[in-house]
């Protein structure tokens, strides 16, 4: 498995940005499809966003999409999420994932708090 580590969470006002960061090492990052997934309070955990090995594709929750952009740096073994014109109900603990095959994600970062204030 490969050991993941987010950072770059905090607080927030709406309609301001962050970026989320998570740096992977252990084994051949490139290999990786990689996913973004958070948790709000009480809920369960909810799927962001998904990027390929090259990280020529991607795919959004719905509720993000417009706002986030996941990305990926191979050189640098990391995958960002972008969040731009946030929300109060973006607020959740924001979790990096890796899936060596589709999208089954088996290795998980120990999360980054996003909080959103209105």
């Known amino acids: 498995q490969v050991q993941l580590v987010e950072s770059g969470g905090g607080l927030v006002q709406a309609g301001g940005s962050l970026r989320l960061s998570c740096a992977a090492s252990?084994?051949?990052?490139?290999?990786?499809?990689m996913g973004w997934f958070r948790q709000a309070p009480g809920k369960g955990r909810q799927f962001v966003a998904h990027?390929?090995?090259?990280?020529?594709?991607?795919y959004y929750a719905d509720s993000v999409k417009g706002r986030f952009t996941i990305s990926r740096d191979n050189a640098k073994n990391t995958v960002y999420l972008q969040m731009n014109s946030l929300k109060p109900e973006d607020t959740a603990v924001y979790y990096c994932?890796?899936?060596?095959?589709?999208?089954?994600?088996?290795?998980w970062g120990q999360g980054t708090q996003v909080t959103v204030s209105s």
């Open positions: 994932a890796a899936a060596q095959t589709g999208s089954t994600f088996d290795s």
């Open positions: 990027i390929s090995t090259s990280g020529g594709s991607t």
């Open positions: 252990g084994r051949t990052f490139s290999n990786y499809n």
